[in-house]
């Protein structure tokens, strides 16, 4: 699994490619950007690349959309779910040191 995660995290696809794979134009692809949606990484030329990871959130971003949700409304629902995943995250980090220091193993 983290040989999946690792290929689609890397940032190695052109805008022109994006919009190639996802339908939408460069243009909407630049708006998500700047909405704060999606956040590629640039060149030293200043060129954006962009992830698998980023292609998939692109593809909902434009079908959430579709049905009328506005980028705002995605934005909210982007934070709050990563504030679930950093809770999250951090549960597993205190039991595993509550773990670790009474010896408790998982079957």
């Known amino acids: 699994m983290a040989a999946d995660s690792s290929y689609k995290d890397k940032k190695v696809i052109t805008i022109g490619i994006v919009s190639e794979l996802t339908g939408l134009s460069e243009r909407q692809i630049r708006y998500y950007e700047e909405r704060k949606l999606v956040f590629p990484d640039r060149t ?15 593809v909902e971003i434009a079908n959430k959309i579709e049905d009328g949700v506005q980028t705002y409304e995605i934005r909210q629902e982007m934070v709050k779910q990563q504030k679930i995943n950093e809770a999250e995250e951090h549960k597993k980090m205190i039991q595993g040191q509550l773990n670790a220091r009474f010896g408790i ?3």
């Open 44 to 58: 030293p030329g200043g060129s954006r690349k962009y992830s698998f990871a980023d292609v998939e959130l692109l």
């Open 105 to 107: 193993r998982k079957k």
